[in-house]
């Protein structure tokens, strides 16, 4: 069952938000536009809030998805993780756009906050302290996201899943290192 849990994982995170939001209101690829990346930063580039928060919900609900059907099956936190961890890689290498996808950051997001829903304000504490120094949302935000293990560990979650996190944001981190190789740059 829990094999099963993890490919359904996965193939909840191949549904790209980015993608069909822009062909259905916009008609138009994203992967063709901007950054030609299919996330909600690049849409909210192009096509404004409305696309960015339409498309940020929704790839934030993949994760809350996952956690919940964890929840649900009664499966132990390690396993919870595990499949989020599905779902971003699902999201960043999507079989429906040939591993081409997003970076990973609203699925992510989503299923830590539906895991463990006192990340909110860690998330965003950790993001208003540290963008005035990065003045930049990428840095500000990844650096917050560092955060998670810290408080998970001193909330005494278990040591496997601090792990599982540790493992996700190194995944998240790699997604996004041609962005912080460039921001470095600058």
């Known amino acids: 069952m829990i ?22 209101f916009y008609h138009k690829d994203i992967r063709q536009l901007g950054s030609g990346n299919v996330g909600a930063r690049n849409a909210g580039r192009i096509h ?23 929840h649900f099956l009664d499966f132990p ?11 971003i890689i699902g999201h960043v290498k999507p079989v429906t756009l040939k591993f081409k996808g997003g970076k990973g950051i609203s ?10 829903p006192l990340l909110i304000p860690v998330i965003i504490i950790g993001f208003l302290v ?14 917050a996201f560092l ?10 979650v278990d040591w496997v899943s601090c792990v599982i996190v540790g493992c996700l944001l190194i995944i998240i981190l790699l997604a996004h290192s041609g962005n912080i190789k460039e921001r470095l740059i600058k």
Do not use: H, R
Request: net charge positive; aromatic share 16%; hydrophobic share 60%.
């Open 107 to 116: 699925t992510f997001i989503g299923g830590m906050i539906m895991f463990e």
């Open 77 to 87: 936190a390690p396993v919870q993780l595990l499949g989020l961890g599905m779902a």
């Open 147 to 156: 955060l998670i293990p810290v408080f998970l560990v001193v909330n005494q």
């Open 48 to 70: 404004g809030k409305k696309a960015f928060v339409l498309i940020f919900l929704g790839d934030a609900l993949k994760g809350v998805m996952v956690i919940w059907l964890a």
């Open 130 to 143: 540290l963008y005035p120094f990065t003045k930049s949302f990428t840095f500000a935000g990844l650096g």
């Open 3 to 24: 094999y099963l849990y993890l490919v359904i994982s996965y193939l909840i995170g191949c549904v790209m938000f980015g993608y069909l939001i822009t062909k259905m």
